[in-house]
């Protein structure tokens, strides 16, 4: 079936550090992917999306490439801020018999020290 | 209502006894997710809603669990015979159609455990 396979964390990083926390897929078609941001105290919300092959997703300085020759969806910031310190959860949408459903990674939690 | 409502936030419950988890909506949202979040698992699909039919339960771990949906509003998550392993996170989330790119939009959870 389709997975979603993220870096472990913790990933601690210095203000205004370079982010990267890698994800890769697998699926079968062309899955939408996702990044979902779950800050402390709060529900999970979406940070970005891309829905096709070499689409870039973009928010609030994160950005992500869908790679298909990859099977990657890798999030970037270039310069990290101590808000920025919460749980990462890359996603991808997994079409069955019709419907759609959505697949979580495992989480990356990222602290960033002031 | 303005966002995913859901209730009670937290319960504590004894193993053996049933639960029911209530999930609300946003109006007009026809896709409707069960989750589950535990420590170190991220994010365990348990359940989806398109309107009141489940096209896809597959998620849902045992025969303990179950959930439905009425009018195409609220949903009721209901565990039976707790068990210690049950204690989680259920989070519940809606999208507008359940098309494949839609952004989720996620409630606070229920706190669940079992003792």
């Known amino acids: 079936g389709n997975s979603v396979t993220q870096m472990e964390g913790p990933v601690t990083l210095s203000e205004e550090a370079f982010l990267t926390i890698n994800c890769t897929y697998t699926a079968t078609g062309y899955p939408s992917l996702f990044w979902y941001v779950q800050y402390p105290g709060e529900g999970l919300q979406l940070l970005l999306k891309?829905?096709?092959?070499?689409d870039k997703g973009s928010n609030k300085g994160f950005e992500a490439t869908y790679r298909k020759e990859t099977t990657s969806f890798h999030l970037e910031k270039g310069s990290v801020q101590v808000s920025d310190s919460a749980v990462y959860f890359c996603?991808?949408?997994?079409?069955?018999?019709?419907?759609?459903?959505?697949?979580f990674g495992t989480g990356t939690r990222l602290k960033v020290l002031a | 209502g303005a966002g995913v409502s859901q209730s009670p936030s937290n319960k504590v419950t004894e193993k053996g006894k049933d639960v029911e988890l209530r999930c609300d909506p946003i109006s007009g949202h026809t896709a409707l997710y069960w989750y589950r979040q535990s420590l170190g698992q991220g994010l365990e699909f348990l359940i989806y809603?398109?309107?009141?039919?489940?096209?896809?339960k597959s998620g849902l771990p045992s025969d303990r669990f179950s959930a439905e949906r009425t009018g195409g509003s609220v949903s009721t998550l209901t565990i039976q015979r707790t068990q210690q392993e049950d204690s989680a996170v259920y989070l519940c989330a809606s999208s507008l159609q359940g098309a494949g790119n839609e952004k989720l939009f996620f409630g606070s959870g229920t706190q669940l455990s079992v003792l």
């Open positions: 996603a991808l949408s997994d079409r069955g018999s019709g419907t759609y459903k959505y697949i």
């Open positions: 809603f398109q309107g009141n039919s489940a096209p896809d």
């Open positions: 891309a829905t096709k092959a070499d």
